[in-house]
């Protein structure tokens, strides 16, 4: 999918701020001394300004608002998830602490608190592209395509070079068999950041889909070209080759995606695969144990060493690799298993 790579959010951190509350002079300056840090990009001075600002004004809500983003930037969560409450407790109408509030949940894989907040933040008026994309990443980890699709959708709207958000918008298309939508989409990522290595092997998996394997080849090689060690655009590469029947291609790419990541249980499945092609059915044996060894819930190693071991007249174990296929959840070994009654 997508990566789930979550980008920090700077159009958003630092807005015009305006003065609700009733302060004095003296804290205003101070509030003022801090913007300039933030300005600066100097966020540890910014924050040590902002807690003298709320120690002098406890019910100064914009300079819990403002320190709790600082807070977020610098991943101290739990310290900006208060600043964002207590922003809420004192004005209520503050959409941007519902916003950072959602991300937090989100960050912390509990979409539908997030969406929830997320929803909040927009009926407050706050409507960022950012809220549309975390709010469709939060449906899209619920499962919820169509939704997650039609809040990409207004992500980008509001911000028509949105790279992340067309690749996840494709992801969801993907799983909603719109393969030839998300082919569009990838594209679009692409073209928006040609550095988006993950976008790339996106667009490979999309045109695997609709058996364009060349151009598969091609956008796989291109994620390669911008990040030379993602090992899974090797995989990948090395799946269509030896759907082409390039096998020695496919052992190539499979052995740099394992060298690169020697835990991958997929690598090791996949190259086993590729020794069985080839009839080599005791290397392909040997692929298909380092997978179960890296993974041990890997049904389809199961169901290939088994598929290995017949060919080598070796049923009976071949038949408990079936039947262990099985009870891993792949149904597809069923058909095997008939031959074993």
């Known amino acids: 999918m997508k990566n789930l790579i979550i980008f920090l959010i700077t159009s958003v951190l630092f807005v015009h701020l305006s003065y609700a509350q009733s302060i004095n002079n003296e804290t205003k300056a101070q509030f003022n001394r801090a913007v300039d840090f933030i300005n600066r990009n100097d966020t540890g001075k910014a924050i040590l300004v902002l807690d003298s600002v709320i120690q002098n004004a406890p019910h100064f809500g914009k300079a819990y608002l403002e320190r709790g983003k600082l807070l977020f930037m610098v991943d101290s969560i739990e310290k900006a998830r208060q600043d964002f409450t207590r922003a809420l407790f ?40 950012e809220v549309y994309y975390i709010r469709g990443l939060a449906n899209y980890d619920l499962g919820v395509y169509n939704n997650a699709i039609s ?28 393969f030839q939508g998300a082919i569009q989409d990838f594209k679009q990522a692409v073209s928006y ?24 080849i091609e956008s796989f090689s291109g994620a390669i070209d ?7 655009a090797y995989i990948n590469r090395g799946r269509v080759k ?27 499945n996949n190259l086993g695969i590729v020794y069985l092609k080839k009839t080599e059915f005791q290397k392909a044996i040997q692929q298909f144990n380092k997978a179960i060894e890296e993974n041990d819930s890997l049904g389809e190693a199961y169901l290939n060493r088994g598929m290995a071991r017949e060919n080598l007249g070796d049923f009976d174990q071949a038949c408990t690799d079936w039947q ?6 792949l149904e597809k070994a069923d058909k095997y298993l008939e031959d074993c009654k």
């Open 90 to 129: 004192i004005n209520d109408e503050m959409g941007a602490a519902n916003f950072y509030l959602g991300y937090i949940n989100y960050k912390h894989n509990r979409p539908d608190s997030a969406i929830r907040e997320l929803t909040i933040a927009l009926e407050k008026k706050y409507r960022n592209p």
């Open 151 to 178: 809040n990409f959708n207004n992500a980008i709207d509001s911000d028509y070079d949105f790279a992340y958000a067309y690749n996840d918008r494709g992801s969801a298309k993907m799983h909603i068999g719109d």
């Open 193 to 216: 950041n040609t550095q988006l290595a993950l976008a790339y092997n996106n667009l490979g998996n999309a045109q695997i889909q609709a058996s364009d394997y060349t151009n598969a």
């Open 226 to 232: 911008m990040d030379p060690n993602y090992y899974k």
């Open 242 to 268: 030896a759907i082409r029947e390039n096998y020695e291609g496919a052992i190539s790419d499979l052995k740099k995606a394992i060298k690169i990541h020697p835990g991958d249980a997929k690598a090791y």
């Open 324 to 329: 262990m296929a099985r009870e891993l959840g």
